[in-house]
């Protein structure tokens, strides 16, 4: 047997073992979860959601063109400060869908571990074999909320703080 040979035969044995390798990895991976971003300590902002053209300063007043949107106060947690505090006043709106809501954005949605509703911050959008998932935390807090946050737990998505 030549060199050209025994050179082909080392060539198809490493291409045996990465193909080998890559499907392994790839079955692992097919099998967990896939997440849409990382998750870190640092905080993304939230998404942009009011234009500009609907929000008129007068003398005497301000006005924002914003359908469905409601007025929120929060509980003295202290689990966002400094972003909100108990005497924050928030504007917040119903999501469209799934892909209205972006790591960054401050979302209230039902808590089933503790029966009440959290108002945090979307660290990661995931999705696992029963579907898409939010993680959350709170900006003044230093772990991850323990859940993970179902589409049909959430209540509403900040757009705007007033202090």
């Known amino acids: 047997m030549g060199v050209k040979e025994l050179f ?8 045996i073992i990465a193909i080998s390798t890559f499907s392994i990895i790839n079955k692992k991976h097919s099998e967990k979860e896939y997440t849409f971003g990382e998750i870190t300590n640092s ?15 007068f ?22 400060e400094p972003t909100i505090d108990k005497f924050s006043n928030a504007i917040e709106i119903k999501p469209k869908n799934l892909e209205d809501i972006n790591i ?4 209230s949605y039902h808590s089933e ?28 807090l230093e772990n991850i909320d323990p ?7 959430v209540r509403r998505i900040v757009v705007g703080i007033i202090y």
Do not use: W
Not at 104 to 107: K, L, N, Q
Not at 116 to 134: E, L, M, P, Q, T
């Open 104 to 107: 960054g954005d401050i979302i």
């Open 59 to 80: 003398k005497n007043r301000v006005t924002i063109e914003l359908k469905d949107a409601i007025l929120a106060k929060f509980t003295d947690t202290k689990s966002m």
């Open 147 to 153: 859940e993970k946050i179902r589409p049909k737990q």
């Open 8 to 15: 082909c035969i080392f060539i198809m044995i490493i291409l």
């Open 113 to 140: 571990l503790i029966d009440a509703d959290i108002i945090h911050r979307v660290i990661n959008k995931s999705y696992d074999k029963d579907g898409i998932y939010f993680r959350t935390k709170g900006d003044n």
């Open 43 to 57: 905080k993304s902002s939230p998404k942009d959601r009011i234009d500009e053209n609907n929000i008129k300063i």
